[in-house]
Structure formats: C-alpha cells, structure tokens
C-alpha cells in the first residue's frame, strides 16, 4: 500500500516555560481521514496530543507520533516524507503562523501588563516538494469569517498554485458543516455539507497516484 502521512490538530509554540500560543483545532477531521484511509494506504499519523488521544480511541492501529510546535511539526514531517516518499500528505494540521523566542523561565504572573512579540513561522507547506517532490500533497486552508465563497475560493487557488498542492480542501472558520470546497488545476467543487466533501476528498485520494 502507498505510504500515507496526515497531520492532525494545532501547533503549540512557546512563550515561556508553561503557556503558548496555539490554534482551536481538535484533530477530529485529520483523525477521521486517518481511519478511513486507513484501509487504502499505510497511514501514519503526525498529532497534536488533543489529536493523538482521539486518534487512540476514533482509529486504533493507526502509528502515531505527537508534535508540539510548528518547527518540531515542520521537522518531524520531513523525516516522515524523505523515509517514505511518492504517497500521500493530507496536511490539515492547524500550523501557528507566529512565533516567540520564549524565555527559559516561567513569566511572572503579578505584572499589571505583559507586552509579547512574535515573529512569523516558517510555513510548513511551501517546504513539502523539497523534501518529497512526487508526494500528492493535500494541504488546506482555514478563511475568515467574513470571507465570502469567493474569497475563500481565491485565496485557497493562490495557496494551491504555490505549494504547488495536488488539492486544497478549504473551509471558513465558524462555518465548519457548509460551503466546503475542494480545489485542483481542473477547477472547483463546491459542497455545503462537509461530511460530503471528506468523503470526496478521501476517494480522489484513493483514486490518485502521486509521480
């Protein structure tokens, strides 16, 4: 079976020794890709630990390994994919797009007001061909709120032409069960119920061969 790498939940980047910034991602959609995959390809999943707790019970036998922050994903993914290239990355992770230099040490909590500096992180996705280039990459992309369809459409089009995916499954946050789509070079398919959408996305993926 072709190797299959997805990537589940949300970064945790530090900021001090115990707290850190981080995304409301669960992990519950890359985990349910994982178990329905899971019949088609040999899957592993890379979890957030939300993701991985729910990946034990919702896809058991499922391999499994935990990631903490951005960089530890970003270097954990490219092992998976130079140790087993030409499958499938289904990169739905919640990446966190800032980071700080966190301190060593735990911040006071008695200050009257605490002033952070973050710094963009390395985008995750733009480093996948260097690593794999005949993975057939999945990635997503979360839009705003007030995005409209056809926003969300362009901004996801943008994102595909320069990963260079394979396929972008895009979404608005806040509207996660409508106005799903699906995005290759051919063109757009627009779903308002999500549970139809996972469930083409799966079978394009069991249908395509990366190369």
Not at 46 to 56: K, P, V
Not at 182 to 193: I, K
Request: proline share 6%; charged share 25%; glycine share 8%.
């Amino acid at each position: 079976m072709l190797p299959a790498l997805l990537t589940a939940g949300a970064t945790r980047n530090p900021v001090d020794a115990i707290r850190y910034l981080s995304a409301h991602a669960t992990g519950t959609t890359g985990v349910a890709l994982a178990r329905a995959l899971a019949t088609s390809h040999a899957v592993r999943l890379l979890g957030s630990a939300e993701a991985c707790l729910r990946a034990r019970l919702d896809a058991p036998g499922v391999p499994l390994a935990e990631y903490t922050s951005t960089r530890d994903l970003m270097a954990k993914m490219e092992v998976e994919l130079r140790a087993r290239p030409g499958g499938v990355l289904v990169h739905s992770a919640a990446v966190g797009d800032y980071e700080a230099v966190p301190t060593a040490t735990k911040i006071p909590s008695n200050q009257p007001e605490m002033v952070l500096r973050f710094t963009p992180g390395p985008k995750i996705v733009d480093h996948v061909r260097g690593w794999d280039p005949d993975v057939f990459l999945v990635s997503f992309k979360a839009g705003s709120p007030e995005w409209d369809e056809t926003k969300l459409e362009a901004v996801a089009r943008a994102q595909l032409e320069r990963t260079t995916s394979d396929l972008v499954f895009a979404n608005r946050i806040g509207a996660l069960g409508t106005s799903c789509l699906l995005l290759d070079r051919a063109g757009t398919a627009r779903f308002a119920d999500r549970d139809a959408a996972l469930a083409k996305l799966v079978e394009r993926i069991r249908s395509t061969r990366p190369g």
